[in-house]
């Protein structure tokens, strides 16, 4: 007996379908040149093997993203749905000003120009958000375009951040088989375990009002610092 799909079902697999294509690490944004401080950690000794790259991770999922690009993808997705121009321009602004190294802000910067111009592209390249998102100064941030992106997307703020989160996860994990070395296998578990903590990190951005967003991270500013002048590097950051 055939079925039938309803049209908010087909809506709901074109959300999804889309997500899936926001957070595969093919999205031409360029996620896949940058470690976070990653590489900085392994010339440090800091990770070494499996097990540290995957304390790593850990740690830094509800310590830095959770509590700060993943705080603001939250706000600025409501932000953009309501059209909302100030809000999205006022986050932009606090995600350009808390980048503690200049790496870290050319990453949120390169990769938000990048999404911007992916969305030119796209089915709604016509949207009037995209101009607005276009003239935010200095340039578009990761977070934020994301943000735009999903909205377009018809995607709900858990949804979007679910898939942010795991394009995250997995450009990690791809820069860690690169920088540690590992193999695919051991990136895959650290990808399982990412992939358990992943919902507590969304439940925490969600969560978190403006007034507690924060981005303090010493001990990875310092090794983005010294990732800039290191002497031999596979990443921009």
Known sequence: ????????????????????????????????????????????????????AAIWLSDQLPLVLARSDAAVLAEACSAWAGHD???????????SQTRETAELRLQTEQMGRSLLEWLKNSPHADDARLPQLAALPPAPTWPVAFAL??????????????A?????AENMAQAAMKAVPLGQAAA?????????????????????????RQAFAPGLAILSSRHETQYSRLFRS
């Open 164 to 168: 942010f989160a795991w394009g995250w």
């Open 149 to 162: 992106a999903a909205t377009l997307a018809g995607a709900a703020s858990r949804e979007a951040l679910m």
């Open 85 to 95: 121009e100030p809000a999205a321009r006022a986050l932009n602004h606090w995600i």
């Open 1 to 52: 007996m055939a079925t039938t799909t309803t049209p908010t079902e087909s809506a709901a697999a074109a959300t999804q379908l889309q997500l899936m294509w926001l957070a595969s690490p093919a999205l031409p944004v360029g996620g896949f040149s940058y470690s976070e401080g990653l590489e900085a950690a392994v010339d440090a000794g800091l990770v070494h093997d499996e097990a540290s």
């Open 188 to 212: 895959q578990r650290m990808l399982t375990t990412l992939a358990a903590q992943i919902p507590a990190a969304i439940d925490t951005a969600l969560s978190t009002p403006a007034d507690a």
